[in-house]
């Protein structure tokens, strides 16, 4: 079933969105081109209270983009599900099956299950990678996103795009992403003993913990050792913006903006290395931000955090400015308008091309 | 090791795994409250963490592995991949991304998980195979590596951080293709021109690594590994290593650290030692 849309419908969504993000009202938009009035973006996004940047960007995605004058939708799977907890933006569902000929829909890597229902429906299907480990951990030997008509890739990570078109040969465009400064900023006279990660993914946090307090209990005795869990943004915020240390215990980050956020807040990012971030995060050289171990390997992880943990200890940290000061310039230009000019480009250029490119499939020799 | 520790023998351990020593410890206990004198490990980074985290005293041994098994016989080589079916949860995933890549990564190369086969199959098909695939993330010593490297199997993988001291894929004679533990992605990446020139019989370009690989497998010997287990033993029974640590568990000083050349050092031994 095909859902015809009213001017007003796209007004109050356009106006909606605008208004849960303040900071776009500033920038001077190219409005979308006109042949693209036919066409709508639906981001697909799964029905999930599971608060992930991933599904944050999702929404800043469509906010930007509804802000900018595009006809844009998070699309739901389950009529009347929407995020309470993030900016308002304009929602549409997947089962009541919106679509107009030539519309977008844009699917998250992990979401085979809908490319694959959708791979023959007259629209046109982007990608969006926003965890590299998510994109053949659902796919068989033999098909991925070519065999479900993906047409493009989207990611916010070079290394994520190398992969995508290293393997499957599907024209990528990388876009650039954004922190929120005004919730993650450095103030020296905030910050406590405190190291903070998130719970759910800090498997190795007890073996960490336990080999630091074997080299010397006051790692763990003196300092508070805080797991982040089901906070709202602004307490999320606070925690880390306090914290002295950030630590990255996850096996398969995808683009590390917990560990972007960190940074941005003074905290000494320390973790595993991960393959999306291997731009942004240096754990050695002058432009050292922050310290990382191979994923897994929490030996050595504790072998480089003890430095700064007998630092904090003593009362002086003077050794480790020049790495926090890095991870404060590493991340002063991940801002919402470089973001939101990326996307709206990125939308715009897409727009203006009447047929979508069709590349055959095919195999590197 | 909990229930044993107020028993008037003397108490090691032999450390095989490192990921497990953490794992399976209370928090604020480690093995020096339980009365543990000494360590024994044959793998230089467990021995490493232990004495780096613990203080203890740690022995180093050698290991070996079966020469007779596994040995290099080119005639029996297949374009074959073998691994080791209950340590490689990112195989699939890998399989995949190498699959979309080329689909004759998969389809012209055979890719066998062994599972329960007795020494002698399972050593025949390390010799029949062209490829050792290990992804495991926590490996303690890579006695399956070295197996497969003596047989001339090029080794291909993470290096699970027990086997970062053996397993080497840069510098003048690699000996491996490994990748950082967990990166199935730079994997692929590595393995992608292997499994060309495996698909099209160009194996002798892969000739420096497999006979580094053997150089380094010819190493772990039986003898080296019974002597230096001798060497160990006979000063323990013969009384000239006495134990060392009596008394309440001392940490390192950390109010004080050594430093040297503006860096901390870790030259200060613990008290008791």
Redesign the interface.
């Known amino acids: 079933m095909m859902v015809e849309r009213s001017q007003s419908d796209k007004l109050s969504s356009a106006r909606v969105a605008s208004d849960g993000a303040g900071h776009m009202q500033a920038l001077a938009f190219r409005r979308p081109p006109s042949h693209c009035a036919g066409a709508s973006i639906y981001y697909v996004c799964p029905d999930v209270a599971l608060k992930s940047a991933g599904i944050r960007r999702l929404y800043r995605h469509v906010g930007i983009l509804a802000g900018a004058g595009f006809d844009a939708y998070i699309l739901h799977l389950s009529k009347g599900f929407r995020r309470e907890d993030l900016p308002p933006v304009p929602v549409r569902y997947l089962e009541q099956n919106p679509f107009n000929t030539n519309d977008i829909i844009v699917i998250p890597e992990g979401c085979s299950t809908i490319m694959k229902a959708l791979k023959d429906h007259p629209v046109r299907r982007f990608a969006i990678v926003l965890n590299?480990?998510y994109?053949?951990?659902n796919?068989?030997?033999?098909?991925?996103w070519r065999t479900f008509n993906i047409e493009r890739v989207i990611s916010v990570s070079s290394?994520i795009a190398e992969?995508i078109s290293?393997?499957?040969g599907l024209p990528t465009h990388v876009l650039a992403s954004s922190i929120d400064h005004q919730l993650y900023y450095f103030d020296k006279s905030d910050k406590q003993p405190h190291l903070v990660y998130i719970a759910r993914k800090a498997t190795h946090v007890?073996?960490l913990?336990?080999?630091?307090?074997?080299?010397?209990?006051?790692f763990?005795n003196d300092f508070k050792w805080i797991g982040l869990h089901g906070m709202n943004e602004r307490e999320y915020a606070q925690e880390i913006r306090r914290a002295a240390v950030f630590l990255n215990l996850s096996?398969?980050e995808g683009y590390p903006t917990s560990c972007l956020e960190a940074m941005a807040s003074g905290a000494l990012v320390a973790g595993?290395?991960s393959?999306g971030a291997d731009a942004l995060m240096r754990g050695e050289g002058p432009e050292q931000n922050c310290l990382l171990s191979?994923?897994?390997?929490?030996?050595?992880l504790?072998?480089a955090l003890e430095?700064y943990l007998?630092a904090m200890?003593?009362g002086d940290k003077t050794?480790w400015e020049s790495v926090i000061s890095n991870g404060l310039k590493a991340v002063s230009n991940v801002t919402p308008e470089t973001e939101a000019e990326a996307l709206v480009s990125f939308w715009h250029d897409i727009c203006a091309r009447t047929t979508p490119e069709r590349k055959e499939i095919w195999?590197?020799? | 090791m909990h229930q044993l520790k107020d028993h008037p023998g003397r108490r090691f351990v032999i450390a095989l795994s490192w990921c497990y020593v953490y794992s399976t410890l209370p928090d604020n206990l480690d093995w020096r409250h339980m009365s543990i004198e000494r360590v024994l490990t044959v793998s230089p980074a467990i021995g490493e963490m232990i004495r780096w985290s613990m203080g203890l005293p740690v022995h180093q041994l050698s290991s070996s592995i079966d020469h007779r098994l596994y040995y290099f016989n080119p005639d029996e080589k297949q374009k074959q991949i073998a691994f080791i079916a209950r340590k490689n949860e990112h195989t699939l995933k890998l399989q995949s991304l190498l699959a979309s890549r080329n689909p004759d990564y998969v389809n012209k190369i055979k890719w066998v998980g062994m599972d329960r086969l007795s020494q002698q199959d399972y050593a025949s098909l390390i010799r029949q195979s062209a490829l050792f695939l290990s992804t495991s993330m926590a490996e303690g010593f890579p006695t399956s590596c070295l197996e497969a490297m003596a047989a001339g199997a090029i080794v291909c993988g993470y290096d699970g951080v027990g086997s970062r001291d053996m397993l080497r894929s840069d510098g003048k004679s690699p000996n491996s293709l490994i990748a950082s533990n967990g990166d199935y992605v730079a994997l692929a990446y590595k393995m992608a021109p292997l499994l060309e020139d495996l698909i099209h019989d160009r194996m002798d370009r892969w000739d420096p690594v497999i006979s580094s690989a053997r150089r380094t497998a010819d190493a772990y010997t039986a003898e080296k590994e019974a002597s230096s287990l001798i060497a160990f033993w006979k000063p323990i029974i013969y009384g000239q290593l006495q134990r060392p640590f009596v008394g309440e568990v001392k940490y390192r000083d950390i109010s004080n650290p050594l430093v040297k050349n503006g860096q901390p050092t870790d030259e200060c031994p613990l008290p008791g030692y």
């Open positions: 590299w480990d994109v053949f951990k796919l068989l030997p033999g098909k991925d290394p992969m290293w393997s499957m007890d073996q913990k336990r080999i630091l307090g074997a080299r010397n209990p006051v763990i096996f398969a595993y290395r393959m191979p994923i897994g390997d929490y030996p050595s504790a072998v430095p007998a200890y003593n050794m195999t590197k020799a």
